[in-house]
């Protein structure tokens, strides 16, 4: 399996930032890991022309239609149509302001799948859950019901994602991060079978430079999924070089 550093731009960046994606090019040439940038839809195509073959690009969302009466939503057919290969679904922030249910990510991602799309399914707990000790209770029933059946190794991964270490700071021990990917990759090996042992696992949320080499040590934690380290090429090039260290 080859590792994955993915960077989500979320509402961030204009065609300034592209520079970015240059310097990311210009230090990552030949990398050992695959790196993946999901920029706004409005960057996409233009990322995507500017990150050659070392960077692969990705939409933030997909619509689950393929076209259609939908103002401002975006196709997958689209985003391939923008040169990307990849999609995330499901990102707590879409659940929250979106009110996106697990069942809306099933068929997004089913959408993704259709299209061509690796799906980057985002999973995640919040801080009042975490409390109350249903963790991996609440992570269980995201990926039992997010998670479409035609998942396999090649068409998703999926983010680990604490909503409350979401652009925080605040970051779960290494054992909690590793007892929910244990737990992840039990509940998918015992669904999909020997196909999710190949199912990259990112953990999300606060990831930098200065935390990367440590996560990164941890069972199956085959990647991250960064937000705020993701802007600035030196921060992601750090963790992208910690992640092909790992
Ligand atoms: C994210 O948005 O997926 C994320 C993990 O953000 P941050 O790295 O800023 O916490």
């Known amino acids: 399996m080859r590792k994955l550093a993915a960077g989500n731009w979320k509402m961030n960046g204009t065609a300034a930032e592209l520079a970015e994606v240059d310097a990311l090019v210009a230090s990552h040439g030949a990398p050992s890991v695959d790196i993946l940038l999901c920029p706004p839809a409005t960057l996409l195509s233009r990322m995507s022309d500017r990150a050659g073959d070392a960077i692969a690009t990705g939409g933030q969302d997909c619509h689950a239609n393929v076209s259609g009466a939908h103002t401002g939503d975006i196709a997958a057919d689209m985003l391939v149509d923008a040169g990307a290969g990849y999609v995330i679904l499901g990102h707590s922030e879409r659940r929250t302001d979106h009110g996106e249910t697990d069942a809306i ?10 299209a061509g799309l690796i799906a980057v399914i985002c999973v995640g707990e919040t801080e009042g859950q975490r409390d109350a000790g249903d963790t991996l209770n609440v ?108």
Do not use: C
């Not at 990510?105 to 259709?114: G, I, L, Q, R």
């Not at 409350?164 to 779960?172: E, L």
């Not at 430079?209 to 199956?220: G, L, Q, V």
């Open 105 to 114: 990510v099933a068929a997004k991602s089913t959408a993704a799948y259709n």
């Open 139 to 246: 992570i269980a029933a995201q990926l039992a019901n997010s998670v479409p059946d035609a998942a396999n190794g090649a068409n998703t991964v999926i983010a680990y994602e604490p909503v409350w270490a979401i652009g925080t700071g605040r970051v779960p021990t290494l054992e909690q991060i590793a007892e929910v990917h244990d737990k992840m990759r039990a509940d998918l090996v015992a669904r999909f079978g020997e196909t999710a042992k190949d199912m990259r696992l990112l953990y999300g949320g606060s990831v930098k430079p200065s935390n990367a080499d440590e996560i990164f040590a941890i069972d199956n934690v085959d990647g991250a999924l960064v937000g705020g380290a993701s802007l600035k090429a030196s921060d992601f090039s750090a963790i992208i070089t910690a992640l092909e260290n790992a």
